[in-house]
């Protein structure tokens, strides 16, 4: 478990440990708004850890106020993408060496909310909360469909998904009003561990072992709007995310 709050983190922890009996459970820091603690998580994982057999880019945050990563990227930008972006970059040769392996990327339909600006992809001329945060997940699915074009052949897969409303701490920095919504419609949303399903169903179901770079809901392939099937801009995506981070994917 890859967690910025490691206090939490040793909670969930202990209930696990005592939910299914495993005591191979371990707790690692990792915030991904900072590249040097990505780093540092990666070296740790690379070195401890034989094998990679899942990795599961679950952490995010929600239509906050405008504010930076360490790195000088706007915030949900920086979490959401860039910071799996580069902790996938870093244990990829890890994942080839596990093969078969599966990258699963919760992304969410709020896509639909935002488009990709590359020329103001950190928000600096104009912020809204809402399109900065779908910017991030739809920013999610795109580099989801590159990955599994450069991973053809490795026996690594990669998929997105939107995990439907779940009623999580995600939405506290939403409004009152908002949240005050939220609850009345609390019916209609998902439990944490309704809302866990299709990150469960991209990581193990045995039919999805020959699909790569799909976008899934509710345990099936979901439909994701025409600015998430456009390759073209997945690959300014992709070479804009490797110049922000400094690497050389390709």
């Known amino acids: 478990m890859a967690c910025r709050d490691v206090e939490k983190a040793e909670a969930a922890r202990k209930e696990l440990v005592e939910d299914c009996g495993n005591p191979n459970i371990v707790v690692k820091k990792l915030d991904l708004s900072d590249s040097r603690s990505i780093k540092e998580f990666a070296e740790i994982i690379n070195t401890e850890e034989k094998q990679l057999d899942i990795l599961i880019n679950n952490a995010g945050i929600m239509m906050c106020p405008y504010s930076k990563t360490s790195d000088g990227f706007e915030m949900q930008f920086g979490v959401n993408h860039l910071g799996h972006f580069l902790l996938t970059y870093l244990l990829l040769d890890l994942l080839k060496r596990s093969a078969p392996a599966r990258i699963v990327n ?47 052949g490795t026996g690594v897969t ?83 995310s490797c110049q922000m981070l400094g690497i050389n994917w390709d």
């Open 106 to 152: 919760v992304a969410s339909v709020a896509h639909t909310w935002g488009r990709i600006c590359l020329d103001d992809i950190n928000s600096e001329k104009s912020y809204s909360r809402r399109r900065a945060y779908g910017q991030s997940k739809l920013a999610n699915i795109l580099s989801t469909r590159s990955l599994a074009k450069r991973l053809q």
């Open 158 to 240: 990669v998929y997105s998904l939107h995990p439907g409303v779940v009623r999580s701490e995600l939405w506290r920095n939403l409004s009152k009003p908002i949240q005050t919504a939220v609850k009345i419609f609390t019916p209609f949303t998902k439990t944490t561990t309704q809302g866990a399903q299709t990150s469960i169903y991209c990581s193990v179901e045995p039919q999805l072992e020959k699909e790569s770079g799909g976008y899934y809901s509710n345990c099936a392939p979901g439909r994701c709007s025409r600015e998430a099937s456009d390759d073209e801009m997945a690959q300014k995506l992709w070479e804009l």
